[in-house]
């Protein structure tokens, strides 16, 4: 081995564009390759259908219960039943608090519209914190992805999918309000 007069086995000259290249890799091609992998996996948009889909899950519109009208109760004794709501069903409607049921359940429905139009709303946050954490993250194993001119591939890199599913879990990016 050549060495120079300091006692490096190589010239500091290449030591130093080595030190250059790597830190470049990290802090700007890393991230870079990282963020178009992550786009060209089309991540955001399948990342806020599937928020959307599980929030839709969590909370299911609830049944709508039948309006309670004169048919309803007096329907069991046939024409007779019949003939007395002909005669008197339009005074069944006007019973106080005979509409209650039905404010109660819209006002569950408008609930549920608002909380699902939220969940909408921060799924497009959430998706990018998941992207911008693994970034961050996984700095390292981008870099050597792309400082090795893509032919190392990193299992973090590798397993996109799962590392972005694993931090849009992670606290950080789930608990945003």
């Known amino acids: 081995m050549i060495q120079d007069g300091h006692g490096l086995p190589i010239a500091g000259g290449a030591l130093v564009a080595a030190l250059l290249y790597g830190l470049t890799s990290a802090f700007v091609t890393g991230p870079l390759v990282g963020a178009r992998l992550i786009d060209k996996a089309?991540?955001?948009p399948?990342?806020?259908?599937?928020?959307?889909?599980?929030?839709?899950?969590?909370d299911p519109p609830a049944a709508r219960l039948p309006k309670i009208?004169?048919?309803?109760?007096?329907?069991?004794f046939g024409r007779d039943g019949d003939a007395?709501?002909?005669?008197?069903?339009?005074?069944?409607?006007?019973?106080p608090g005979a509409d209650l049921l039905d404010q109660i359940?819209?006002?569950?429905?408008d609930a549920r519209r608002k909380r699902l139009e939220h969940a909408a709303a921060k799924a497009g946050t959430r998706c990018a914190c998941a992207k911008s954490t693994l970034l961050e993250d996984k700095r390292i194993a981008f870099a050597l992805h792309a400082g090795s001119l893509r032919l190392l591939t990193p299992p973090a890199v590798e397993s996109l999918d799962a590392q972005l599913t694993r931090m849009l879990a992670s606290p950080a990016c789930g608990l945003i309000p």
């Open 42 to 44: 089309d991540w955001a």
């Open 46 to 58: 399948r990342c806020e259908a599937g928020l959307r889909v599980a929030a839709a899950r969590r």
């Open 69 to 76: 009208g004169c048919n309803t109760i007096f329907g069991i």
């Open 84 to 95: 007395y709501c002909a005669l008197h069903g339009h005074r069944f409607g006007q019973l």
């Open 105 to 109: 359940q819209t006002q569950a429905e």
